[in-house]
């Protein structure tokens, strides 16, 4: 069974840029058919696909942040990272690393088969 777990800070300043780690667990982030994923859960909010990255390592980004947003991965630690840039309070949010099979998941967790725990990032001076 894979076992994903998210890692970072919990606090970001406005501006900064917010980096996140995945570790994945009982898998490989080079499996083929599979795709992982940031998504986030912002407070009283559905959740929002951030990006993906594909077991060849292409990326697909949301559009609404890809100006913000990069995904890189670290095969041999078996790890996959977000970082995005130029926080505002608006990026507050609970935010998950996920695997599927889909390039663009859906905005509901049935499009996803496993996730992470997620963990609170909170933007704030």
């Known amino acids: 069974q894979v076992q994903l777990q998210e890692s970072g800070p919990g606090l970001v300043k406005p501006s900064q840029t917010l980096s996140l780690t995945c570790t994945v667990s009982?898998?490989?982030?080079?499996?083929?058919?599979?795709?992982w994923y940031w998504i986030r859960q912002p407070p009283g909010q559905g959740l929002e696909w951030i990006g993906s990255?594909?077991?060849?390592?292409?990326?697909y980004y949301s559009p609404s942040l890809k100006s913000r947003t990069s995904i890189s991965r670290d095969t041999s630690n078996n790890q996959f990272s977000l970082q995005l840039s130029s926080v505002t309070p608006e990026d507050t949010a609970v935010y998950y690393c996920?695997?599927?099979?889909?390039?663009?998941?859906?905005?509901?967790?049935?499009?996803?088969?496993?996730w992470g725990h997620g963990t609170q990032v909170t933007v704030s001076s």
């Open positions: 996920a695997r599927g099979h889909k390039e663009v998941p859906g905005t509901t967790w049935d499009d996803y088969d496993n």
């Open positions: 009982g898998g490989s982030v080079t499996s083929v058919y599979y795709y």
């Open positions: 990255i594909a077991a060849t390592g292409s990326t």
